[in-house]
């Protein structure tokens, strides 16, 4: 280490990668964290800039890898010590009898054989190597053998320890320790991932099982950042040093290291009991935050376990019992085209109604032409239908035996079904789109965008009455939201006097908005959250945009030349210029990012309690943080201010007895001052 740099430095940044390696096992794996996402934020920004500052003191180590190191060309392979197998199958009852009589047989004992039952996590099968306690490869299962190089990307998944915990002396890790465990991302998670891809013009990924091996194959592993990863660990590689022998107290012990195993763990119970809980498992299924398909059971006992050995391809001590698959038949009534805000058509199957798990489907995504034609989906074909990942109905086949002869075959429309515009079909693209920019289908989308939670946040202003606006003629583009007349609103279906003022009022109130959210409302084509957010940055107000060349635009980080491209041609049309001066001579207030805002509340905590006059809860949060500010949801001694609205809870005697100060409404605004507050 060169002698210049302070010790104290040293010390500092190891102390911030000691807390945050505690904060994210509290957190991710002991369920019980001790600060707030924010303070743990703010922990990080500090280690990452202290970093920044000293790039000879990083480290692989660091839990600022968390956020993704530097990009790789292509992943390398690496052989796995212990060879990754896969599992038999049972799909019965009587087939788990048959492998616990297998295991008898083979072991030459009538005793009673004692089990481990876990989930059977439907995602990807990773293994990770430590050394002395510190994570140095994470890789792929590959073809069992070989497996790819992820260890950038493993890292950023925060269920994944850098570094293992150590409980004293006798309970240490061993010096080589190799896990395996299954990443997945939960449904919730699935569900945001694909509205983000949506939203960003991107193709949607089927399932959850598919965006967490999508995820992890990055090669930039900032994108495998922001991608909802976690992990469960279920089992190890060379069981040598480990000096243990029971399964379930394998897994006890791999908790005590830091990793996280399944909560919905049974561990030594004997084949009925395992008959049992398949039977549990099944029923919680559905309940559970991500998907399983089974559930696995393992002889307990690793004496036995190296007794049974293995096949070629997978153990002679576990299998797998799979759930019967979530799928119904139902029938194709006809398949319609949408076309979204970018103008992709999209074809839709309009199905006979029915029940897949307690969920009634009557819709299936088909993607694009291609997926069809694979799949060979005709109009009034039956077909099998599942709920992918639980979530989207999904087509698995058509039952082609079942067919009369009167089912039709589905082609895409050579033109825009809502505006008979010839459609055109991007190069090495599935998907065909409408160009026409005065497309209603397309403005109606683009409406419908501009007018989302992440966007300009129009509370009440959905799909119906959208519709309704458009087909009215009230609406031509979203920048004629902000010229609505209420009376003409009163009057449409399903609206009256009261309706048309909340609206009026939600619009108003939408007109104080960020930079990055204004560009991202804008609609334009593959610019998402997150390239919003770059653009704001890197240009500070629209007027700087307009000038923006493409290949100005292209060589800024993250972005690149199909990127620049469409965001160079959205600014050159004349078009979407005149619907940007439209939007700001209304009074639409664009503030810019935070960096470019004085930080009047920097580093202040605050907790809000009871309901505020004049602004609702999330635009005080909002301003907030805005202004540099953090907000918890308890009030502790760190706490700066307790903001006491109407009816405030508890949180003020807390903040009494720590001799917080407690402010109201107008003391916040003071405090934030004038400028942005006041609205
Ligand atoms: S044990 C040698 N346990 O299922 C035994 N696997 O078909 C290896 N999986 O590749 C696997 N949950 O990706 C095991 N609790 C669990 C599992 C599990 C999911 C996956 C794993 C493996 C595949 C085997």
């Not at 692989?60 to 392979?77: N, Y």
């Not at 561990?267 to 935050?289: C, D, H, S």
């Not at 090495?428 to 005065?438: K, L, Q, T, V, Y």
Request: glycine share 8%; with cysteine.
């Amino acid at each position: 280490m060169p002698d210049f740099i302070d010790t104290d430095i040293v010390k500092k940044i190891e102390n911030l990668r000691q807390e945050l390696h505690r904060h994210n096992n509290r957190y991710y794996v002991m369920d019980a964290p001790e600060i707030s996402d924010a303070e743990y934020d703010r922990i990080m920004r500090q280690l990452i800039e202290l970093e920044a500052h000293y790039p000879e003191l990083s480290s692989p180590d660091s839990p600022s890898m968390r956020v993704g190191a530097l990009p790789l060309k292509k992943f390398d392979t690496i052989k796995h010590t212990v060879r990754m197998l896969s599992l038999d199958n049972a799909f019965s009852d009587s087939d788990i009898l048959d492998f616990n009589r297998r295991v008898k047989k083979e072991l030459m004992t009538d005793g009673e054989i004692l089990y481990t039952a876990e989930p059977k996590m439907d995602g990807v099968a990773v293994e990770l190597v430590y050394g002395d306690g510190k994570l140095v490869v994470g890789s792929t299962r590959g073809d069992g053998e070989t497996g790819e190089v992820i260890t950038s990307n493993v890292k950023t998944i925060r269920t994944v320890p850098i570094l293992l915990e150590h409980h004293g002396d006798e309970k240490k890790a061993p010096a080589r320790l190799e896990v395996r465990g299954e990443v997945v991302i939960s449904r919730e998670g699935f569900k945001r991932l694909n509205e983000e891809m949506s939203n960003n013009g991107l193709p949607l990924f089927a399932n959850p099982r598919n965006a967490a091996a999508g995820s992890l194959r990055q090669l930039d592993p900032r994108v495998t950042a922001r991608r909802p990863l976690e992990i469960f660990i279920y089992g190890i590689g060379d069981v040598a040093d480990m000096n243990i022998n029971s399964h379930g107290d394998l897994l006890c012990r791999l908790k005590s290291f830091g990793f996280r195993i399944n909560p919905h763990i049974k561990k030594k119970i004997t084949i009925a009991e395992v008959i049992e809980y398949f039977r549990e498992l099944e029923e919680k299924r559905n309940g559970l935050p991500y998907d399983i398909d089974g559930m696995v059971i393992k002889v307990d006992s690793i004496e036995f376990q190296l007794q049974l050995g293995t096949t070629s391809r997978s153990p002679r001590w576990a299998i797998a019992c799979k759930f019967k698959a979530i799928q119904e038949t139902t029938r194709v009534l006809k398949i319609e085209v949408q076309v979204g805000r970018t103008g992709t058509l999209t074809p839709v199957a309009h199905l006979e109604t029915v029940n897949i798990g307690g969920v009634k489907v009557n819709r299936a995504t088909l993607h694009n032409e291609d997926e069809i034609r694979r799949k060979d989906i005709r109009i009034g074909d039956t077909v099998l239908v599942q709920r992918a990942g639980d979530v989207i109905p999904e087509i698995v086949k058509a039952i082609d035996t079942v067919r009369t002869g009167r089912e039709t075959i589905f082609t895409m429309p050579a033109s825009c079904p809502f505006c008979d515009t010839p459609v055109v079909q991007d190069e090495g693209e599935a998907s065909i789109r409408c160009i026409n920019d005065a497309c209603p289908a397309k403005i109606k989308a683009q409406i419908e965008h501009f007018a989302s939670k992440r966007a300009f946040n129009i509370d009440g202003l959905g799909e119906k009455l959208i519709n309704q606006l458009v087909d009215k003629g009230y609406l031509s583009s979203f920048a004629d939201i902000f010229y609505l007349d209420k009376e003409k609103i009163g009057n449409l279906d399903n609206m009256g006097a009261k309706s048309a003022e909340n609206l009026s009022e939600s619009i108003e109130k939408s007109k104080i908005i960020s930079f990055s959210r204004f560009l991202y409302a804008l609609g334009i084509r593959h610019v998402g959250e997150h390239i919003a957010e770059i653009l704001a940055s890197k240009y500070g107000c629209i007027e700087n945009l307009y000038d923006a060349k493409y290949d100005d635009l292209k060589d800024i980080k993250g972005i690149g030349p199909v990127l620049a491209q469409s965001i160079a041609e959205f600014f050159i049309l004349k078009e979407n210029r005149k619907k940007i001066d439209q939007i700001l001579k209304c009074g639409v207030n664009i503030h810019p990012e935070k960096g470019n805002i004085k930080q009047t509340l920097d580093g202040k905590i605050f907790v809000l309690t009871g309901t505020l006059e004049t602004m609702t809860r999330s635009e005080a949060i909002q301003k907030i943080r805005i202004l540099g500010g953090k907000v918890s949801e308890s009030v502790s001694k760190k706490t700066d201010f307790v903001i006491a609205g109407q009816s405030p809870g508890s949180k003020i005697e807390k903040a009494r007895a720590l001799g917080v100060h407690i402010i109201d409404e107008e003391g916040f605004k003071e405090i934030a001052g004038a400028g942005l507050i006041d609205s």
